[in-house]
């Protein structure tokens, strides 16, 4: 797998997997596991998005989504309006935020980690990318988290009351 992030929705995992020779990354796709069946399929990415500008997989309001990166700042979520048709992904957001000011560090510098349910993007910033703050898609506002403390790791859950 080429990004260790991963996303459920309609009953399967999904993760990204970069497709190229020699360590070089030519294009993405995503890995769906279905649960229900145990069986895997690849989804292809948008056609019109560089592969190496890809940072992660997401859910936004309900469908697949990627966040990319591109320079210092500019970040765009791509997402597939028609879960599983290749031709329904779209660009939902492009926004550039390289005229932040980021708190104690040394450039200004924005990489995206992934959307929480109502559209706020979760990024980290600066040189190290242990210091992270979101992005408010409807203010257009960013707002740090602990901008002085180190953030080792995170993941994303579901609740679920079922007991394995």
């Not at 708190?103 to 600066?126: A, E, K």
């Not at 990318?129 to 979101?134: A, G, N, R």
């Not at 403390?149 to 079922?162: G, L, N, P, R």
Request: with cysteine; proline share 4%.
């Amino acid at each position: 797998m080429w990004k260790m992030f991963s996303v459920v929705l309609c009953g399967s995992i999904h993760w990204l997997l970069g497709l190229g020779r020699q360590l070089k990354v030519e294009s993405i796709a995503i890995v769906a596991f279905d649960l229900s069946t145990e069986e895997f399929k690849l989804i292809d990415g948008p056609m019109s998005v560089a592969a190496n500008k890809v940072e992660s997989i997401s859910v936004l309001s309900g469908c697949l989504s990627l966040l990319t990166f591109d320079g210092p700042g500019l970040i765009e979520i791509w997402v597939m309006e028609k879960y599983g048709a290749v031709d329904s992904w779209t660009k939902h957001l492009s926004v550039d935020l390289v005229e932040y000011p980021v708190p104690s560090f040394q450039s200004n510098f924005f990489r995206p980690r992934g959307v929480s349910h109502n559209g706020n993007l979760l990024l980290d910033s600066g040189e190290r990318p242990e210091h992270l703050c979101f992005y408010n898609t409807k203010s257009d506002r960013v707002q740090y988290l602990c901008p002085w403390k180190s953030v080792m790791d995170f993941a994303t859950y579901a609740e679920s009351i079922f007991l394995s």
